[in-house]
T-cell receptor, first 111, second 113 residues
């Protein structure tokens, strides 16, 4: 069973700061997802990674398959980035489909 | 496109009652999932479906049932509701399996008292 750990659990930063959220997992994966859960509860997909790096606007996601680690970076953070960021993985072994989720990182960006 | 829709948004049940949470997607996705999210915990997979007529258990299926008679709809049935089923329930879909982008519904907040 894959264990997904995120750090930090909570992060408060000032507007404009560079933000890094980390995700580690315990067994091999075929895909890693970064999701954003808005204060209202809705969940949207930010990235799906299987290797390397992806960028979308001010968001950058990287993954190191050998180290079983991924990071989500936010450049020039803004109060509207305040949300819970969730890492989720699809294990490469057999078994049920669906994702294994981390507990999330609660990010607050203060103006 | 509406994406993934869920009804109801909120519901309070008494212990022992039953209900169905509805989920519909209009993206012609084959794969659909039900997750529950408890406070301070990661989402957990309840059931999933890889296409009409095919369903399978996830990590926490006890106390729930599902059916998939059409590509669009994937209802979740709670029989004999228990306080342990108090949670927020999310339906999700993807084109194929979880190496593809996941699309989530807005969630149903269920309280069992």
């Amino acid at each position: 069973k894959n264990e997904v750990e995120q750090s930090p659990q909570n992060l408060t930063a000032q507007e404009g700061e560079f933000i890094t959220i980390n995700c580690s997992y315990s067994v091999g994966i075929s895909a890693l997802h970064w999701l954003q859960q808005h204060p209202g509860g809705g969940i949207v997909s930010l990235f799906m990674l299987s290797s390397g790096k992806k960028k979308h606007g001010r968001l950058i996601a990287t993954i190191n398959i050998q180290e079983k680690h991924s990071s989500l970076h936010i450049t020039a953070s803004h109060p509207r980035d305040s949300a819970v960021y969730i890492c989720a993985v699809k294990s490469s072994g057999g078994g049920a489909d669906g994702l294994t989720f981390g507990k999330g990182t609660h990010l607050i960006i203060q103006p | 496109n509406a994406g993934v829709t869920q009804t109801p948004k909120f519901r309070i049940l008494k212990i022992g009652q039953s209900m169905t949470l509805q989920c519909t997607q209009d993206m012609n996705h084959n794969y659909m999932y039900w997750y529950r999210q408890d406070p301070g915990m990661g989402l957990k997979l309840i059931y999933y479906s890889v296409g009409a007529g095919i369903t399978d258990k996830g990590e926490v299926p006890n106390g729930y049932n599902v059916s998939r008679s059409t590509t669009e709809d994937f209802p979740l049935r709670l029989e004999l509701a228990a306080p342990s089923q108090t949670s927020v329930y999310f339906c999700a879909s993807s084109y194929r399996d979880t190496v593809y982008e996941q699309y989530f519904g807005p969630g149903t907040r269920l309280t069992v008292t």
